[in-house]
C-alpha cells in the first residue's frame, strides 16, 4: 500500500506530478498483487496484530523513502547514506535480537552463508541500487516498481521450490508486470519531455 501512500503525500512533500494514468497503473499494480498474495490461499494464521504491524510497516517504509529521496536530491552520497542506514540497524537491531531471545550461536556454517548472502545481494546490491536511483526518479515511480518483488518471488519459488501457482496468481502476475511496465514507459516519456524543453529553453 506504500506506492497509494506516497502518491497522496509526495505532490505536497517533494513537489512531485502524479497523473491519472499513474494512479490508474498504480491500482492495477495492487490488485495484481492482491491477486498473487490471496492467489495461493487463505492462511489460519491472519490477525489484527499482523495487519496492524503491516499497517505500521506501511507507513515507516513511506516514510523512509520520503526521507532517502530528500536526501539523495540534497547531493547525500547513496553508499554513505546505506552505510550509514546499516550502522544504525546493526546497532539497534542486534540489540533486540539477543533481548527477545535470538540465539545467533545457533547458526550453522550453511545459515552464515546464507545471511551474508542476503545482505551482500537485498541489502547492498538491491537496496543500493533502490537508494542511487531515487536521485534520478520520482519516489512514487521507484516505490511502484518495488510491487514486481511478489511477482519476482512467486517465480523464483516456483522453479526452485516447486511451488504451484494458481491461474489467479498468474493472471495477477501478469498485471503487475504490464502496469509496471506502463509505469516506467511513463517516467521515461516525462524524462524525455524534461530534457526536450530544457533543450528548447537553451
Not at 494464521?45 to 495487519?51: L, Q, V
Not at 537491531?93 to 545481494?121: A, E, H, K, Q, Y
Not at 509496471?180 to 514507459?185: P, S
Amino acid at each position: 500500500m506504500a506506492p497509494l501512500l506516497l502518491m497522496i503525500v509526495a505532490p505536497r512533500l517533494l513537489n512531485e506530478t502524479v497523473t491519472r494514468v499513474q494512479v490508474l497503473l498504480g491500482l492495477m499494480a495492487l490488485l495484481g498483487i492482491g491477486a498473487v498474495i490471496f492467489g495461493a490461499g487463505s492462511s489460519n494464521g491472519a490477525t489484527f496484530y499482523g495487519d496492524a504491524l503491516a499497517g505500521v510497516g506501511t507507513i515507516t517504509w513511506a516514510t523512509y523513502l520520503i526521507f532517502t529521496k530528500k536526501m539523495r536530491t540534497a547531493g547525500v552520497n547513496s553508499w554513505a547514506f546505506l552505510g550509514g542506514n546499516y550502522a544504525w540497524s546493526a546497532m539497534l537491531c542486534i540489540p533486540w535480537g539477543m533481548f527477545v531471545g535470538i540465539r545467533f550461536g545457533d547458526l550453522d556454517g550453511r545459515d552464515l552463508v546464507l545471511l551474508g548472502s542476503m545482505v551482500v545481494v537485498q541489502g547492498i546490491g538491491a537496496h543500493g541500487l533502490h537508494t542511487w536511483a531515487l536521485k534520478h526518479i520520482d519516489v512514487t515511480i521507484a516505490s511502484m516498481l518495488t510491487l514486481g518483488c511478489p511477482v519476482i518471488s512467486t517465480i523464483g519459488a516456483y522453479f526452485l521450490y516447486n511451488e504451484s501457482i494458481t491461474v489467479m496468481q498468474f493472471a495477477g502476475g501478469i498485471g503487475v508486470l504490464v502496469s509496471l511496465g506502463g509505469v516506467t514507459n511513463l517516467a521515461q516519456r516525462r524524462q524525455r519531455l524534461g530534457r526536450e524543453t530544457a533543450l528548447a529553453a537553451l
